[in-house]
Nanobody, 124 residues
Framework: QLQLVESGGGLVQPGGSLRLSCVAS????????IGWFRQAPGKEREGVSC????????NYVDSVKGRFTISKNSTKNTVYLQMNSLKPEDTAVYYC?????????????????WGKGTLVIVPS
């Protein structure tokens, strides 16, 4: 069974940091493009960052560039999202998703399966 499980969310003050984890089971992350997406209250889900199957290529939405870093640990079959300098507008449920497609095609419609999400709250 192909599965993604996110963790690491929580309540953090503005300017703080969190590291989200996305643990994969039933498949090997090195053969998939993995993306992080988020959905804020009352808003549509948006793409945050993606990492290629090799891990050599990444991309970010403009609003998180310089603050968030995506990475993966192949040994642990896990993809991370390090989030620094968090802002209230980063409040959202964060999801990871996977596709066997090609980087940089990491749009919501490209993804083959999803985790259930982890909630990040940055109060104003």
């Amino acid at each position: 069974q192909l599965q993604l499980v996110e963790s690491g969310g929580g309540l953090v003050q503005p300017g703080g940091s969190l590291r989200l984890s996305c643990v994969a089971s039933g498949f090997i992350v090195d053969y998939y493009v993995i993306g992080w997406f988020r959905q804020a209250p009352g808003k549509e889900r948006e793409g945050v960052s993606c990492i290629s199957s090799s891990g050599s290529d990444t991309n970010y939405v403009d609003s998180v560039k310089g603050r968030f870093t995506i990475s993966k640990n192949s040994t642990k079959n896990t993809v991370y999202l390090q989030m620094n300098s968090l802002k209230p507008e980063d409040t959202a449920v964060y999801y990871c998703a996977a596709t066997q497609g090609s980087f940089p095609y990491c749009y919501e419609s490209d993804m083959d399966f999803w985790g259930k999400g982890t909630l990040v709250i940055v109060p104003s």
